[in-house]
Every structure is written in structure tokens, then in C-alpha cells.
């Protein structure tokens, strides 16, 4: 059965357990696949070949002392800056959590993937004749899917 998923990615302290970034992703996903929700841990020597969500706006830069990494906190626009020759235990957690959401009917039907929103409907029990209003006030009638 499908679910919504609402995606969030956060990198937080692993000595004080305080979440550093945090961002929720601009859409949620759709997918009946469970999610479960993954943490990464972050070092040094590892740093480099995780893959870190754009949004967060990961950098990773060589200097002559070593590596500096930077992440770009969303809402405060705060850039925290972990310098390996100052922290030399970086112990950080790159965290990706699934929560899921219950989306009403408007949502689920302007949702970008028509063919998952239309199964998503029909596995609820709604009939597979209902209108879709577009944004210009032009009703599309579906027949027949099943």
C-alpha cells in the first residue's frame, strides 16, 4: 500500500546530542517501500565519500592545515565550519528520517506523479471517477482506471 513520507535531513553533534542543521525537503515522497529513517556517522576519514543531501549545502575544502567541512543551517542562516585541525574528532551524525503524513484528498491529487496519486486514491476506496480541477478551472473526468 502506498504512503506519504515527509523527508527530513539534519547533521547533528554527537558529543551534546544538539541537531546543528536541519531541513525538510521541499515535496514529500510516495512510495510503498517502508522508510526507515538512516544515521550516518561522520569522521574525518569518512567525510568525503558520503553522499550529504544538497540542501544542506555540504563543502568540503583541503586547506594546508587539513580539512574543513561546512554546513549551511536553513532557517538561521548560520554556516558551521568544523575544522579538522581544531576538532580533531569531527563525531558527527548525518541523519535522515521518514515521517509518515496523511495528505488530504487536494494534496494527494496535485501531487507531481498523477499515476501514484490516482493508486494511492484507489487503494483508500475512492471510486476512480472523481474530477481533477486544474489551475485554470478546467475539470478532467477519469473513467475506467482500474
Known sequence: MLEFYRVEY????????QKLVNWYAWHDICTDKKMESTIIPLG????????IN????????????????????SLDDLYYNFKQWKRPNLN?????????VV??????????D?????RYLMER?????FIINS????????????
Not at 539534519?10 to 546530542?17: A, L, P, W, Y
Not at 574525518?44 to 553522499?51: A, P, Q
Not at 489551475?135 to 482500474?146: D, Q, S
Open 114 to 118: 498523477s499515476s501514484l496519486a490516482i
Open 44 to 51: 574525518w576519514d569518512n567525510i568525503e565519500n558520503v553522499e
Open 10 to 17: 539534519s547533521i547533528t553533534d554527537s558529543n551534546t546530542k
Open 135 to 146: 489551475k485554470n478551472g478546467i475539470g478532467a473526468i477519469l473513467n475506467g482506471i482500474r
Open 92 to 100: 558527527l551524525e548525518y541523519n535522515i528520517t521518514y515521517t509518515p
Open 125 to 129: 476506496g475512492l471510486d476512480a471517477k
Open 103 to 112: 495528505k488530504s484528498i487536494s494534496d494527494v491529487i496535485e501531487y507531481a
Open 54 to 73: 544538497q540542501c544542506l549545502n555540504p563543502q568540503i575544502r583541503e586547506k594546508k592545515k587539513g580539512l574543513v567541512f561546512g554546513v549551511h543551517a
